[in-house]
């Protein structure tokens, strides 16, 4: 019989259980904000900030040109009106990135990513679960086990301890 297979699988099994958490909260926090930021940067005009390609546009934001007749054609959001759609996903897909990124109050922003995420899976798109199953993940991650050390949260935490 051939020990070396279990032997290995062992090895590998216990040298990737030491990948540090903080590490998969990093990359998840950051992968995630930048899902719905990318998102929320379509939808306005005036603001533009892109870390990867080295775009900034520091001006004052509103909505794009495109975004209310978006929400009234394609989006289609049942009980909520399409300029009140608009400017409520506009400024979640902004506001709780950031919070995510910087790793403050990131439960809490998840969570509302989350709800964001069923209502675009149950009401838009709702052949794309294969992509909201992954973003759901994430989510579920940071909830579930917060931001990881590499955050503001952690930190508050450590202070007030």
Known sequence: M???????SARITQTLEKIPYSLIALVAR???????WKSGQTKVQGFA???IDGTFELG???????????????YRLPFVPAEVAAYLATFAEHF??????????TRFSALALLGMTLVIQLF???DAYPT??????????????GPGRLSIDHWIARRWR
Request: net charge neutral.
């Open 30 to 36: 950051f992968s995630i904000a930048a899902v719905f």
């Open 132 to 145: 909201h199953g992954t973003w759901i993940a994430l989510l579920l991650v940071l909830m579930a086990k």
């Open 49 to 51: 900030v892109d870390l």
């Open 60 to 74: 004052m934001p509103h909505l794009a040109s495109s975004t209310v007749p978006l929400f009234r054609s394609e």
């Open 2 to 8: 051939n020990t070396a297979a279990p032997c290995l």
């Open 96 to 105: 709780f990135p950031v919070l995510i990124l910087l790793g403050l109050a």
């Open 124 to 126: 838009v798109y709702p």
